[in-house]
């Protein structure tokens, strides 16, 4: 993990702090000084504004528990709170539309796009879906927080723009960033510790949310839907994904939390495998965080791809 921003900011800092604890820094700010405002879009940006901001900030999450971000309508409440926040987190390329749209008339020096200069990930199941009767709007995976290292390097553009503007506290907030990395790596290591010793690679699941994931740790992702997790799969395409099952003995298909797993049910009672949630993490987890998460989601995927 390279997180280049962080490092270069952090040698500009003295030396002289005291040696930070286990958890985010939680210093406050002075009497009478307000804290910044941070809206964050959905819980992965929600999870990194915490984690570098600890109390020093306000954080406010558009998207509600138990709402597909994908889904996000804004109320007036939360226009009015876009319009006053110091700084606004969101995932661009169309990922939350009605969010964006609000953004576009925005003054930009409040708005981080965490995907401004990186761009998605082609869907692996583009070609897999050509040829159906539904027109799937996008191929491009938006899904680029399931791999932990892209999450690190959101941290540290979220621990540079709360720099900027908290000054004061700089110090905390990148410290409160190199905490959070750490953890961050801790997950990659074990992902790619355990995930390196299986007797299959192929993963079923219920729409194209993994293959951030899947890239990273040389998985093959086939999943039901496509991007949309609300499209409903084809005869032919569930048909397709059975035979899919059958030839190659999966033997676990993957649903999330957000979506009906009545599909992914269908197809299991098919072909004999099992199911077993694996989590998109586009919500906040029911506890823990995004990092205990992602090691329950290394739990699953150790069972269902017979790692030693």
Known sequence: MNPPLLRLLALTMT?????????ADTSEPS?????????????PLVFASEGVGGDLVEVENLTAPGIEPHDLELSADQVRSLSDADLILYLGGGFQPALEDVVSGLDESRALDVLEGRG???????????????????????HVWLDPTIMAEIVDQVAVRLSRIDPAHKKVYLDNAAQLDSRLENVDRKFNTVLSHCLTRDIVTSHDAFGYLAARYDLDQVSISGIDPEAEPSPGRLAQVARFVEEHDVGTIFFEELVSPK??????????????????LESAPPSGDYADAMEAN???????????
Do not use: N, Q, W
Not at 15 to 23: I, K, L, T, V
Not at 265 to 280: D, N, V
Not at 298 to 308: G, S, Y
């Open 15 to 23: 030396a002289a702090h005291a040696a930070a604890g286990c958890g």
């Open 31 to 43: 009497a009478g000084e307000d804290k910044p405002a941070v809206v964050a879009s959905f819980y």
């Open 298 to 308: 290394l739990a699953a995927l150790t069972r269902a791809l017979d790692c030693d």
């Open 263 to 280: 599909v992914a049910e269908t197809i299991a009672a098919e072909t004999g495998a099992r199911t077993e949630m694996l989590s998109p």
């Open 120 to 142: 998605f990930l082609e869907s692996a199941e583009s070609e897999s879906h050509e040829g159906e009767e539904e027109d799937h709007e996008s191929t491009a995976d938006p």
